[in-house]
């Protein structure tokens, strides 16, 4: 396995496989590595040539006051993850080398998907997100690109950033995966004493209670979301920032319930932000 540091070092690498006729799969992380992002290898192990994965702590979608400075960091441990998976190449650049002195230049998602939900609590992420994954595409040329469900709102604006920017990435979409109380995997659950991961599931518990209200004929949004905030509200340690019934593409709020409709949940338990997301199918 290669582990690449510089964006000429990728940028060769990508060019000649490219010239090789090699297809390039893509997963953008951000370390501190757990079994949803090896979902995301495995995936890409399976269907593309070649398997680069990202891990780069990208500054440029924390705001002020979070947690770019504790976000958790095992950079041994997550090498040897990716080598025994089988990855060929990482790419793990320092800030410097993505954003040198002089960085003027940002991708901003504008057009309602971007200022909702998570992009209204933290103003600023996905202009970080969209800038990052935009530059890893430019650098790495990946033919096919993997993300996960979990983070449902960054999914829908990276694939409109690969259709508007004609990046000629596939963007794959892998289902949330999650621990076995049901709690979505994520590096941020290291956060969580032992008090707070017993807490914690009780964001997807609120999830399913919804998806079966809807299976059983509740249409009104308002009164699935008013339950999911009376069962978080009765969960100590948790904190409900949102929790909403949309349309699965443009993140709206559903009127009624009828066909497909996405649910959402970011809650804090603790001091730590969670999201979770549920398709729910009529
Ligand atoms: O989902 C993440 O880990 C990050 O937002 C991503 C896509 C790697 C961009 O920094």
């Given at each position: 396995?290669?582990?690449?540091?510089?964006?000429?070092?990728?940028?060769?690498?990508?060019?000649?496989?490219?010239?090789?006729?090699?297809?390039?799969?893509?997963?953008?992380?951000?370390?501190?590595?757990?079994?949803?992002?090896?979902?995301?290898?495995?995936?890409?192990?399976?269907?593309?040539?070649?398997?680069?994965?990202?891990?780069?702590?990208?500054?440029?979608?924390?705001?002020?006051?979070?947690?770019?400075?504790?976000?958790?960091?095992?950079?041994?441990?997550?090498?040897?993850?990716?080598?025994?998976?089988?990855?060929?190449?990482?790419?793990?650049?320092?800030?410097?080398?993505?954003?040198?002195?002089?960085?003027?230049?940002?991708v901003t998602p504008q057009g309602?998907l971007e200022?909702?939900?998570?992009?209204?609590?933290?103003?600023?992420?996905?202009?970080?997100?969209a800038?990052?994954?935009a530059?890893?595409?430019?650098?790495?040329?990946?033919?096919?690109?993997?993300?996960?469900?979990?983070?449902?709102?960054?999914?829908l604006i990276i694939k409109k950033l690969a259709h508007d920017l004609n990046f000629?990435?596939?963007i794959?979409?892998?289902?949330?995966?999650?621990?076995?109380?049901?709690?979505?995997?994520?590096?941020?659950?290291?956060?969580?004493?032992?008090?707070?991961?017993?807490?914690?599931?009780?964001?997807?518990?609120?999830?399913?209670?919804?998806?079966?209200?809807?299976?059983?004929?509740?249409?009104?949004?308002?009164?699935?979301?008013?339950?999911?905030?009376?069962?978080?509200?009765?969960?100590?340690?948790?904190?409900?920032?949102?929790?909403?019934?949309?349309?699965?593409?443009?993140?709206?709020?559903?009127?009624?319930?009828?066909?497909?409709?996405?649910?959402?949940?970011?809650?804090?338990?603790?001091?730590?932000?969670?999201?979770?997301?549920?398709?729910?199918?009529?």
């Amino acid at each position: 396995m290669k582990i690449l540091k510089t964006i000429q070092e990728m940028s060769v690498f990508s060019k000649k496989a490219r010239r090789d006729g090699k297809s390039i799969g893509l997963v953008p992380t951000m370390g501190f590595l757990h079994e949803g992002h090896l979902s995301l290898v495995k995936s890409a192990l399976l269907s593309v040539d070649l398997t680069v994965v990202s891990i780069f702590i990208n500054p440029a979608q924390f705001g002020k006051n979070e947690d770019l400075d504790k976000y958790p960091r095992n950079m041994d441990k997550d090498l040897a993850l990716l080598k025994e998976a089988g990855v060929d190449v990482v790419f793990a650049p320092e800030a410097s080398e993505m954003y040198p002195g002089g960085f003027i230049t940002f991708v901003t998602p504008q057009g309602g998907l971007e200022d909702v939900l998570e992009g209204e609590i933290r103003p600023g992420h996905f202009r970080g997100v969209a800038t990052v994954v935009a530059k890893l595409f430019n650098i790495t040329e990946p033919d096919k690109a993997f993300f996960g469900q979990k983070d449902a709102q960054q999914c829908l604006i990276i694939k409109k950033l690969a259709h508007d920017l004609n990046f000629s990435a596939e963007i794959v979409i892998l289902p949330t995966v999650r621990e076995t109380d049901g709690l979505a995997k994520s590096s941020r659950n290291s956060y969580l004493d032992a008090k707070e991961r017993k807490a914690a599931p009780a964001i997807f518990k609120a999830l399913q209670m919804a998806q079966h209200m809807i299976e059983l004929g509740e249409n009104d949004p308002s009164v699935v979301t008013a339950e999911i905030r009376k069962m978080i509200g009765r969960t100590k340690l948790l904190d409900l920032e949102y929790a909403v019934i949309t349309d699965p593409e443009t993140l709206h709020p559903v009127d009624s319930i009828g066909g497909r409709a996405l649910a959402l949940i970011a809650a804090k338990v603790g001091t730590t932000r969670l999201i979770d997301n549920i398709m729910i199918e009529r």
